[in-house]
């Protein structure tokens, strides 16, 4: 005859299962709940290239094809996050994702600032070493690289004028204004430099403050320098720095299938951004042009010197900004190889 069992160990057994059930669910539910980032643009949400374009050809998408594994919850632009402040966003984790311009958080990423000037195209940089240099300062910063938001062709940055210009002297004395990242470029060309905050473009234009200044054309759009703005100088010059840099431990409590994907789209997105781009920049100068604006065309000669000259003072001045190996070290990167 069999002896029974104790009650007390059957209830035990009992409870004891059906807690490693319940274990099991969570663990479950918890590995199947989205990972949500939340996203903060530098660009406002009306910014058709610079934004919109961004949110539905890649973020749109990430969220598609991770069959919403990953939600990328988009919060706004400048007025959710002002862009000088969204790096320390990214790193601190109070955003976990964000497009912004390298050179609006030099002081955690030193060097970064200059990486407009590279020669070579993103899909270039992820072959070449460019991309895993650059992601190293990032992640020393608390931050990952996933890539350029904006992987534009050179000629990007448009210089903006009240007085015309033919050839260098006409250069000399000019008063322009823009962010500290034009200074260098200003004062290689014999112009004034005058620090302005974009929101005080269209005004300092209009009013005679500066002569000129160099932004983007979207920026420029969107401000209205249509309406103030006499010339339009071509050639443009460098790239688009802006970037796309994730909070590091966001990043990696990403599963590995998953970063692979966004990595993937991360890097079609950079290849069909370019061509994108050009045509709508090359639409904008026209509208200014209809506006009233003159496109100025410099002669082969005097556009050699404007690009040349603007880039070996951006070097020279970034040099100055950051002493020591920072600048050198990012210069022999982003030489032609």
Do not use: C
């Amino acid at each position: 005859m069999k002896k029974a069992g104790k009650p007390g160990s059957t209830v035990f057994g009992v409870v004891l299962a059906g807690a490693l059930v319940m274990v099991s669910v969570f663990a479950l539910a918890e590995d199947t709940k989205p990972i949500t980032l939340n996203f903060v643009s530098f660009a406002p949400a009306a910014n058709v290239v610079e934004f919109q374009y961004l949110k539905k050809e890649l973020l749109d998408k990430i969220e598609k094809l991770t069959d919403g594994r990953v939600v990328i919850k988009v919060k706004g632009g400048p007025e959710v996050v002002p862009p000088p402040n969204l790096g320390k966003a990214v790193k601190n984790g109070v955003i976990d994702m964000a497009a912004i311009p390298n050179a609006f958080f030099e002081d955690l990423v030193p060097g970064i600032g200059v990486t407009h000037m590279s020669p070579f195209t993103a899909s270039e940089e992820r072959k070449n070493g460019v991309y895993d240099a650059i992601n190293k300062r990032y992640e020393k910063a608390g931050m990952f690289y996933l890539g350029r938001a904006e992987a534009t062709d050179p000629g990007y940055f448009v210089m903006f004028l009240n007085k015309p210009v033919k050839k260098p002297a006409d250069f000399k004395g000019l008063r322009l204004g823009g962010t500290t990242s034009f200074h260098g470029q200003y004062r290689a060309l014999g112009s004034v430099p005058t620090t302005l905050q974009i929101t005080d473009y269209n005004t300092a234009m209009e009013r005679g403050v500066v002569d000129g200044l160099v932004t983007s054309v979207y920026i420029a759009m969107a401000y209205g320098l249509q309406s103030v703005t006499k010339y339009v100088i071509q050639p443009g010059f460098w790239r688009s720095s802006v970037a796309l840099a994730v909070n590091l431990a966001k990043w990696k409590k990403i599963p590995p299938d998953l970063q692979k994907l966004i990595m993937e789209q991360m890097a079609e997105f950079e290849t069909k951004y370019a061509a994108y781009e050009f045509k709508q920049r090359n639409g904008i100068i026209k509208k200014f042009s209809d506006a009233g604006s003159k496109v100025i065309t410099l002669a082969p000669d005097t556009a050699k010197w404007f690009v040349d000259t603007s880039t070996e003072g951006a070097w020279k001045y970034a040099q100055e900004r950051q002493p020591g190996d920072t600048i050198p070290t990012m210069k022999n990167l982003l030489t032609a190889k």
